[in-house]
């Protein structure tokens, strides 16, 4: 029991936290490497899914990740100012981007369009220094990369600046729509079309020594995809990618807070705005300092729960920016640890809170805002 004296003696703690276990972000890379028998890139985008950029890619790597993979210059230069020296692949890139700043600091730049490769050699010549450039193909997501059509116009170009020093083409690279489903037919046609781009650049005379195709899924369900490098993000944080399969991934990130107010209500009292919710007899509600402005789906009021000393207790009203209210029973005490998101028996999973709110685990992960403190667990 916690006792007010205890309470009024307490340190400072912050009102939620993220707890990131970095032995499960090392199993998983060691899982990713096992899968796919090729070198693996640790994607540490968004702040590598709201689990720390820095931190886990030095886990990542420590496991035996080679690469690091982001999506803006601003991201990948972040990561070199804390110290990092291996390759880092960042592929949201055009002729707007601090390209200066990408090739000074040696960032391997994606690029899928002529107009972006002009800017990335006139960086270089500014900077004398040799621009590393993955051509990007796009293999039928209607995304990123350039479409075949365009492909053969690219490489020539992509050549032509070789042959002055600016660039080097060291890589070719596409993404894949339909990785997650486990029928090799789903990743056949864009292997085949960026096999077939790879035939095209070579004979305008590239010489690419990377070519990367994989995502998490791939890397997991489709071997043949490995090429030369695998791509994965969602793999290495514990999410399960695969339709119907699981791969042993360990979940990375404990969602935690606490009890900061207790009530006693009367039958009929509502909970909440609009009280969307009333409790039915006398009831316990307790309040915990997270809401939807920290990243908790305001979807969870209806269906959400959390875990309090290993017992399930249903989330009541609709969640607010701030806070959210749970209807416990007289064993809650104030102060008691609130799981929201946790990997033990029982507990809610990010899973489950992205089934709630009609979402992927991927948007739960990158939605926590800075008001959820990182706690970086190493063993």
Known sequence: MTTRAAVLQT??????????DHSAIAHNVRVLLAASG??????????AFGHGAREVAETALAAG?????VATVAEAVQLRDGGLRCPIFAWLVDPWTDLELAVANGVTLSCANV???????????????VARVHLELDTGM???????????????????????????????????????????????HPLAVLQAADSLARAAGLRPTHRHIANSAAALAHPDTALS???AGAAVYGIETVEGAAHGLRPAMRVTSRVTQLREVAPGTGVGY??????????????????????????????????IGGASYPVRGLISMDQLMVEVDSR?????????????????TVLEWAALAGTIPHEVLTGFGARVTLDHVRQ
């Open 274 to 307: 609009h009280h969307a919710y009333r409790v039915p007899g006398r009831s316990h509600i307790a309040l915990v300092p997270v809401g939807y402005g920290d990243g908790v789906p305001r979807a969870l009021s209806d269906g959400g729960r959390v875990v």
């Open 115 to 129: 107009e972006t490769l002009d800017a990335i050699a006139a960086a270089a010549g500014r900077t004398g220094i």
């Open 11 to 20: 340190a400072p703690l912050p009102l939620a936290i993220r707890s990131i």
């Open 38 to 47: 090729r070198p693996v890139m640790a994607v540490v985008k968004a702040d």
């Open 65 to 69: 990740s080679t690469w690091l993979g």
């Open 229 to 231: 490098l695998v791509r």
């Open 332 to 348: 809650v005490r104030l102060g008691d640890e609130v799981v929201l998101i946790g990997a033990g028996p029982g507990e809610p």
């Open 142 to 188: 209607a995304r990123g990369g350039a479409a075949p059509a365009e492909w053969p116009s690219l490489c020539i170009a992509a050549r032509a600046a070789e042959t002055t020093g600016a660039v080097a083409v060291e890589g070719l690279w596409s993404h894949l729509a339909l990785a997650s489903v486990p029928d090799p037919r789903s990743v056949a």
